[in-house]
């Protein structure tokens, strides 16, 4: 059974920087599509980041230049840095993982930017 963990939320202050870590067991890591959604408070959740078995990323035009997401094969963990955080970014972040039409995602961790 896969599972998928997150880490690494907390408390951020404007203008900061985070990572985030998900971990995934059970699964076949090397074959699975990995993304990063996030949900803020009172909104739709919105795709943040995704990256390809072979590691290759794409990101929203709302992400792209703040957010960096990679991956380690070795320790089958997938990573989200988050740059010159926004109060905007405020949201509870989920990892995904997809590999031939089984998904699952995790429980989340949550992100505050705030002074």
């Known amino acids: 059974q896969v599972q998928v963990v997150e880490s690494g939320g907390g408390l951020v202050e404007p203008g900061g920087s985070l990572t985030l870590s998900c971990t995934i067991s059970?699964?076949?890591?090397?074959?699975?599509?990995m993304a990063w959604n996030r949900q803020a408070p009172g909104r739709e959740q919105e795709r943040v980041a995704v990256?390809?078995?072979?590691?290759?990323?794409s990101y929203p035009d709302s992400t792209k230049g703040r957010f960096t997401i990679s991956r380690d094969n070795a320790r089958n963990t997938v990573e989200l840095q988050i740059n010159s955080l926004k109060p905007e970014d405020t949201a509870v972040y989920y990892c995904?993982?997809?590999?031939?039409?089984?998904?699952?995602w995790g429980q989340g961790t949550l992100v505050i930017v705030s002074t």
């Open positions: 990256i390809s078995p072979s590691g290759t990323a």
């Open positions: 059970g699964g076949t890591f090397t074959l699975a599509t």
């Open positions: 995904g993982y997809a590999v031939a039409g089984l998904d699952r």
